[in-house]
């Protein structure tokens, strides 16, 4: 039996280390030809009568039958522009689909429909929609370079003692990108923190603190026993540093050999990979996020043709709002370490409960403890618990 699991691993491609160069090179020049996108809008017919080898007046007979056009029912503005900006539902039309979204929009005058939604969703997961743009309104310096790869990268929420692993935001990322690129647009809630113990000056404002990502620019990704190190700053740690001594001064047969390489310097190209396999990425100190990644392929004309836009976000997880232990109504704007006030260490309160219940008249503290300001992220996306 565990020799049929073995073959079926293999066979999948589960288990298997890739080398995304090798990869990106074993593709011929034919699919790699076929992967780039169409230039000219009028020449798609004779493109792809050629490449169905059938004759061109076929093919423009094929694509006015299957044109969009014929899904129209003759009220649509023939205008793109002036289709998206039509208000309200056509009127007179006896669907029964029309009437529900008729009672959903007189709703949403009436509640935040949206949020009410969300709150009801089984996966706290949202695919966010973004339109690409056409070749025409892309300058040519900004063009993706063809042939190219793309790598479906899954980067979790930063690891708790929960069993279950927090989901994240899901990541298009293109072979000839730098590793820092995908570092740069991971979001985090301990980079938007300020660093260091407030709890001798509670009313101080935020105004004017620097978020710990402006502070502490250090980052490291493991991959397949390689380490990288985030090291474009002349200030920035090499947080491998003191693992490759441990595993030194440790030596033991089955420790693989572990390397390091700078992140800024790495192309996705460069790597070796496993699809479905964790990784890890660790950054301000001890916050660690699980990484995955989930597909590689050819990159192809459907995709973005912007280079600016990637990575390419795929999906955004919804967060919930973290509210105060105390009143259990407020938003959490502190996190409050080792008082004896409080039930639990860390303890998430606002700022009213917080004084209110470690300071006295005076503004003096009443016991020992650390605080630290909690900022949690603003939007239609932040639930309330």
Not at 6 to 16: A, F, M, V, Y
Not at 189 to 200: E, N, P, T
Not at 248 to 266: G, I, L, Q, V
């Amino acid at each position: 039996m565990e020799a049929q699991d073995e073959s079926e691993r293999e066979e999948s491609g589960l288990g298997t280390v890739i080398n995304v160069r090798k990869f990106f090179q074993s593709w011929d020049s034919e699919v790699t030809a076929l992967s780039q996108p169409i230039p000219e809008r009028k020449n798609n017919n004779v493109y792809i009568a050629g490449q169905m080898g059938i004759p061109t007046d076929l093919a423009e007979e094929l694509s006015n039958v299957c044109s969009m056009d014929t899904l129209k029912c003759g009220d649509e503005p023939a205008d793109k522009d002036d289709l998206l900006k039509m208000k309200g539902l056509p009127k007179d039309l006896d669907l029964t689909c029309v009437k529900y979204q008729e009672r959903d929009l007189e709703r949403r005058k009436m509640v935040d429909y949206k949020l009410f939604v969300i709150n009801k969703m089984k996966y706290r997961v949202l695919d966010v929609v973004q339109v690409p743009q056409s070749l025409n309104e892309i300058a040519p310096d900004k063009n993706v370079p063809h042939p190219n790869v793309v790598l479906t990268v899954k980067v979790h929420r930063q690891r708790t003692k929960a069993a279950i692993l927090p989901k994240g935001e899901v990541f298009l990322v293109l072979g000839t990108q730098p590793l820092t690129d995908l570092k740069d647009n991971i979001v985090c809630v301990k980079d938007d923190a300020v660093a260091g113990d407030f709890s001798d000056f509670p009313h101080v404002s935020n105004e004017g603190l620097t978020p710990a990502k402006h502070t502490y620019k250090s980052g490291m990704l493991f991959i397949e026993n390689t380490f990288y190190n985030d090291m474009r700053e002349a200030d920035n740690r090499d947080y491998s540093e003191p693992i490759l001594k441990w595993a030194k001064e440790n030596d033991h047969e089955s420790y693989p050999e572990f390397r390091k390489a700078k992140m800024e310097d790495t192309l996705f190209l460069d790597l070796n990979i496993q699809l479905g396999v964790p990784y890890l990425y660790q950054h301000q100190g001890n916050c660690e996020h699980v990484i995955i990644f989930t597909d590689l392929r050819l990159l192809h004309c459907d995709d973005p043709q912007d280079v600016t836009m990637y990575p390419f976000q795929l999906s955004e997880t919804v967060t919930r709002r973290i509210i105060c232990r105390s009143c259990m109504m407020d938003s959490a704007k502190w996190v409050v370490h080792d008082s004896q006030l409080t039930p639990e260490s860390p303890c998430f309160m606002c700022h009213t409960c917080f004084t209110l219940l470690h300071y006295d008249q005076n503004g003096q503290k009443i016991c020992n403890f650390q605080a630290y300001k909690y900022r949690q992220k603003t939007g239609p996306l932040n639930l309330c618990a």
